[in-house]
């Protein structure tokens, strides 16, 4: 009686999925490279970085040349904390077009972004620094800053490398 009541059960199962399309389930088409790029930017509007960017790259598979989509595809993986891949991604854009600027621009700050880190990491890890380093690191950066403000530092703003440093103070 039991075994009858299981394959009844096993039959009425198979057959409503037969009669309600679910025994072939497939899984829904690939979106079209403009559905994913519309799809990646609502996406990024939604802050959801790391889908915007999966989007984005399906989309870049089918239309690599898209300079648009790898700008926005850097600023998603900026702003989802992965800025190496960011800096691969706005270097593809400068390479097709020289003049988006805003791509060089956010470009810039990506390297400012990695540059800071390595400059705590080092401070982190204990390394000594030549003796005025941190002073002529803040005065290079304050006239960064100015520059970028639309101010007329003098001369150009040049970093003093550590190296130079540990050779003035000998």
Known sequence: M???AILHATMMGALIAVVTGCAGVSSPPKPTAGESYELGKRAY???????AAALLRRHLDDASADSQAWYDLGNALARGGQPEQALHAYNQVVSRDA???????NRGLVRLRLGVADMRRAQREGGELAPGT???TRRYLACVIERLGGGDAAGACEPDTEG???REAQ
């Open 2 to 4: 039991i075994k009858h």
């Open 164 to 166: 130079d440093a540990a």
């Open 45 to 51: 509007e939604a802050g959801r970085y790391d889908r």
């Open 99 to 105: 003049s988006h600027s805003r791509a060089r621009y």
């Open 134 to 136: 941190r002073a002529r």
